[in-house]
């Protein structure tokens, strides 16, 4: 799957629809953005997920 694919399934999601609705839609146009951070988070599966360290 390409990243726009992706990108649109993210954008269409309930919690980005959530953000939306509170105003934050500058937060959404930044974390869909290919390669816009230099740092990922390294998440431990698990329910819910966590995350437990940045990588750089």
Request: charged residues 30%; contains cysteine; aromatic residues 2%.
């Given at each position: 799957?390409?990243?726009?694919?992706?990108r649109e399934r993210?954008?269409?999601?309930?919690?980005?629809?959530?953000?939306?609705?509170?105003?934050?839609?500058?937060?959404?146009?930044?974390?869909?953005?290919?390669?816009?951070?230099?740092?990922?988070p390294v998440v431990v599966p698990?329910?819910?997920?966590?995350?437990?360290?940045?990588?750089?």
């Open positions: 799957m390409a990243f726009g694919e992706v993210l954008l269409d999601c309930d919690g980005a629809r959530r953000l939306r609705r509170l105003g934050q839609s500058d937060d959404l146009a930044l974390c869909t953005e290919l390669d816009s951070q230099t740092l990922a698990g329910n819910p997920p966590r995350a437990v360290r940045l990588k750089i």
